[in-house]
C-alpha cells in the first residue's frame, strides 16, 4: 500500500535475472477484471480467496521476486506459505510518507474513504504485527532510495542463505 512493493521488487528481480510476480497482477489476469472489480462483487473475503489460491501458486517457483497485496499476511496461511517458502522482506514507510504516495490513488478499494489517514494508521497497526511475524528483514523504504534498498534486501538474502 504505497511502500514500494512493486517498484522495488520489479529491480530486485531485474538485478539477479529473476522473475517478478505480483499477485494483484495475477488474480486480474485470472479474473479479468481489476482488484476494485473483485472488491466490488465478491468483496473481501472473496479478493483473498483469490489471493491465498494465487500465492498457493506462485510460492511453487524458484527465481522469483513475489509482491504480494499489503492484506495477504492477514491470512495465517498465506504467512505459513510465505515464510516455509521463501524470505520474506517487510517494506514498510511513515504514514506520511504512505499519505503522499497515495495521495492520488484511485485503485485501492480499502483506501477510498473519506478519511484516508485513519484509514491507513488502522491498515498499518493491523497488520505491522503480522509482517513482523513472519519477516526475515524489515526496510523502511522512506530512508533509502531505490538502488540502496535493493541492495540492502540482496545483502540480507544472501547472507541468510549461507
Known amino acids: 500500500m504505497g511502500v ?7 529491480q530486485l528481480a531485474k538485478s539477479r535475472d529473476w522473475v517478478f510476480l505480483d499477485s494483484d497482477r495475477e488474480i486480474e489476469s485470472r479474473t479479468g477484471v481489476t482488484i476494485s472489480t473483485v472488491f466490488e462483487y465478491e468483496g473481501e473475503a472473496g479478493f483473498r480467496k483469490r489471493e491465498h489460491a494465487v500465492i498457493s501458486d506462485m510460492v511453487k517457483q ?6 504480494t497485496g499489503g492484506g495477504a ?4 496461511s498465506n504467512r505459513k506459505l ?11 514507510c511513515s ?3 504512505l499519505m503522499h504516495r497515495t495521495r492520488c490513488d484511485t485503485e485501492r478499494p480499502l483506501l477510498q474513504t473519506s478519511d484516508r489517514r485513519k484509514r491507513i494508521e ?7 504485527p503480522l509482517y513482523l511475524d513472519c519477516a526475515n528483514y524489515v526496510l523502511n523504504t522512506g ?9 540492502l534486501i540482496w545483502s540480507e538474502f544472501d547472507k541468510n542463505r549461507n
Open 62 to 67: 524458484s527465481q522469483v521476486v513475489l509482491a
Open 73 to 76: 499476511v492477514l491470512n495465517d
Open 4 to 10: 514500494g512493493k512493486s517498484t522495488i521488487g520489479r
Open 82 to 92: 510465505l515464510s516455509d517458502n521463501g524470505f520474506v522482506v517487510y517494506l514498510t
Open 122 to 128: 488502522e491498515i498499518v497497526k493491523a497488520r505491522e
Open 95 to 97: 504514514i506520511d510518507k
Open 143 to 151: 530512508e533509502y532510495p531505490t538502488r540502496s534498498a535493493i541492495n
